[in-house]
């Protein structure tokens, strides 16, 4: 059976290995590991949105928002979102993602934006943020930056999204 629940300060040192191991392409540390550090001491950081998925006691799958703003309307950017590799396609990120819209919602968030694929994320009801009116931080990215409108969003909130602060310092 797979829980997912809010992350524990003791969980800390394991979702950050399973961030690393998720996102590992080389011998380099991958950048989300270093993101999900930084992520944690910044001013973005919502504990009620750092959420972990645990099967059998074992915490193995990890996702977090934290604060972004659309213009000057605070609202949430996703990411990173990592499941130990052992267990990746197996409804895991699935559940990790169902669980996160429905905690930004039930905390009033007006959306979740994320940078990622639309044939992954549309199953989750996220549509191209230019659709909303909003710009993404890079134009480049173009239909890859997604958003998810939830109960209180409002067709009036448009413009550039700001991704919190260690987001900037990506290299």
């Not at 074992?58 to 950017?77: D, F, L, M, S, Y």
């Not at 239909?143 to 550039?160: E, H, K, Y």
Request: hydrophobic share 40%; aromatic share 8%.
């Amino acid at each position: 059976m797979t829980i997912i629940r809010r992350e524990q300060p003791g969980d800390i040192a394991t979702v950050r290995e399973i961030q690393a191991a998720a996102f590992k392409q080389s011998e380099a540390e991958p950048v989300e590991a270093r993101l999900l550090d930084e992520l944690r001491s910044c001013a973005g950081w919502i504990p009620e949105l750092s959420l972990v998925a645990e099967r059998e006691g074992a915490v193995v799958g990890h996702n977090v928002c934290t604060r972004g703003h659309v213009g000057e309307v605070p609202c949430v950017g996703l990411g990173p979102i990592g499941i130990s590799p052992d267990l990746q396609r197996d409804g895991l990120g699935s559940a990790l993602m169902h669980a996160m819209i429905g905690a930004a919602d039930a905390l009033g968030e007006p959306l979740v934006a994320l940078l990622g694929s639309p044939d992954y994320y549309s199953r989750f009801g996220f549509v191209a943020s230019s659709e909303l009116g909003i710009d993404p931080p890079e134009e480049a990215w173009g239909v890859f930056f997604q958003a998810r409108p939830l109960t209180t969003w409002d067709a009036s909130i448009t413009g550039q999204f700001r991704y919190a602060e260690p987001f900037n310092n990506l290299d």
